[in-house]
T-cell receptor, first 112, second 112 residues
Framework: NAGVTQTPKFRVLKTGQSMTLLCAQDMNHEYMYWYRQDPGMGLRLIHY???????AKGEVPDGYNVSRLKKQNFLLGLESAAPSQTSVYFCASRALYQETQYFGPGTRLLVL | GDSVTQMEGPVTLSEEAFLTINCTYTATGYPSLFWYVQYPGEGLQLLLKATKADDKGSNKGFEATYRKETTSFHLEKGSVQVSDSAVYFCALSEGGSYIPTFGRGTSLIVHP
């Protein structure tokens, strides 16, 4: 039981490049979330999903897209990376009727 | 809307000192309250939680009591260790909401 995994762990992009971050969970959780963490800002919710095939915007969705084609996977896409998207990205999942979130180890992204 | 306010860090202590990290919240209903811990280079993990007023959550020597009258959930530990050095997040989750509310996090540094 791996819990929540994230791929890749670290990535360097040039401004304007695109990439996809993958989150996978093996706990059969309904809800999944993408956060970014920046110094002094705490965690900010980017997008979330309450089930397979559904997604919704969080607090800071601009510049990101997401997809949840399979229940166990939640993808975060950056179509045209900007230096302001340099951050650490965390994925989390949560079971239906449970409130505890389970976090992945994070992806550190540097946009030059 | 809901909000969580934590004391700003960093909190710097010597080993075996007493720890308090303050957390207060604003919520419309009757939320569950959480403390998550983030060790260096890792994702957040649940430390303890309380689901109703006067409940005490405890784990690894840490405790927090759900105080409805003061809307607080302060984290305490009687004797900290170097290994407790981490960032601590207070959070709340209201029944029926998909999205938890996190505080900004408090960094704890424990010196030998």
């Amino acid at each position: 039981n791996a819990g929540v995994t994230q791929t890749p762990k670290f990535r360097v992009l040039k401004t304007g490049q695109s990439m996809t971050l993958l989150c996978a969970q093996d706990m059969n959780h309904e809800y999944m979330y993408w956060y970014r963490q920046d110094p002094g800002m705490g965690l900010r919710l980017i997008h979330y999903s309450v089930g397979e095939g559904t997604t919704a915007k969080g607090e800071v969705p601009d510049g990101y897209n997401v997809s949840r084609l399979k229940k166990q996977n939640f993808l975060l896409g950056l179509e045209s990376a900007a230096p302001s998207q340099t951050s650490v990205y965390f994925c989390a999942s949560r079971a239906l009727y449970q409130e505890t979130q389970y976090f992945g180890p994070g992806t550190r992204l540097l946009v030059l | 809307g809901d909000s969580v306010t934590q004391m700003e860090g960093p909190v710097t202590l010597s080993e075996e000192a007493f720890l308090t990290i303050n957390c207060t919240y604003t919520a419309t209903g009757y939320p569950s309250l959480f403390w998550y811990v983030q060790y260096p280079g890792e994702g957040l993990q649940l430390l303890l939680k309380a689901t109703k007023a006067d409940d005490k959550g405890s784990n690894k020597g840490f405790e927090a009591t759900y105080r409805k009258e003061t809307t607080s959930f302060h984290l305490e530990k009687g004797s900290v260790q170097v290994s407790d050095s981490a960032v601590y997040f207070c959070a709340l989750s209201e029944g029926g909401s998909y999205i938890p509310t996190f505080g900004r996090g408090t960094s704890l540094i424990v010196h030998p």
